[in-house]
């Protein structure tokens, strides 16, 4: 079984257009969440969500938004997508979201989501 | 503003050579310090995580040091092979409580020839 699984895999859809790429760990992990992989192969963090709560929310446009059904669920919603919406989206997961958890830190990553915009 | 720096950004080794990635930061106040890699297509994988108080990881051929006064990591791979092959990114845990995330480095693509 696949520890964090997401999709879909790859996902091309025209300028405007809203989509959804979803995302499941099966890990029990208190914390998911959503990076954003550009052209130069930097990866940021978008959001994180910790039981279903969201604790990190960096400054992306309000067209995403991210949605937590449950703690093993962390769904990325984009609205009136844009061509530089254009990346690779990972989903990830970990124990838990704290500088003194030390190993419990340790993020479990999915196999990405190929977003191209036309 | 914490950022993190890998060079060479890209490497090209024969197979069975020793090897070193280099992996700096310009905020010593990390608490952890962790690499990974990536695989085409495929999503990232963690190898390390060096705590704030410790200065080495081992996992088998692998291992990462961590020097935060001087602001440098390092991930030795010893007697290297062709599955080494990736992307090799570094990232440093900075922030306190709710905003306690990565930090990422760009990556240095490994090349392990036969």
């Known amino acids: 079984d696949t520890a964090v699984s997401q999709t879909p895999k790859y996902l091309v859809t025209q300028m405007g257009n809203d989509k959804s790429i979803k995302c499941e760990q099966n890990l029990g992990h208190d914390t998911m969440y959503w990076y954003k992989q550009d052209s130069k192969k930097f990866l940021k963090i978008m959001f994180s969500y910790n039981n279903k709560e969201l604790i990190i929310n960096e400054t992306v446009p309000n067209r995403f938004s991210p949605k937590s059904p449950d703690k093993a669920h962390l769904n990325l919603h984009i609205n009136s997508l844009e061509l530089g919406d254009s990346a690779v989206y990972f989903c990830?997961?970990?124990?838990?979201?704290?500088?003194?958890?030390?190993?419990?830190?340790?993020?479990?990553f999915g196999a990405g989501t190929r977003l191209s915009v036309l | 503003k914490q950022e993190v720096t890998q060079i060479p950004a890209a490497l090209s080794v024969p197979e069975g050579e020793n090897l070193v990635l280099n992996c700096s930061f310009t905020d010593s106040a990390i608490y952890n310090l962790q690499w990974f890699r990536q695989d085409p297509g495929k999503g990232l994988t963690s190898l390390l995580l060096i705590q704030s108080s410790q200065r080495e990881q081992t996992s088998g051929r692998l291992n990462a040091s961590l020097d935060k006064s001087s602001g440098r990591s390092t991930l030795y791979i010893a007697a290297s092979q062709p599955g080494d092959s990736a992307t090799y990114l570094c990232?440093?845990?900075?922030?306190?409580?709710?905003?306690?995330?990565?930090?990422w480095g760009a990556g240095t693509k490994l090349i392990i020839k036969p």
């Open positions: 990232a440093v845990y900075r922030g306190r409580d709710s905003n306690y995330q990565l930090i």
């Open positions: 990830a997961s970990s124990q838990t979201l704290s500088k003194d958890a030390g190993t419990k830190n340790i993020q479990y």
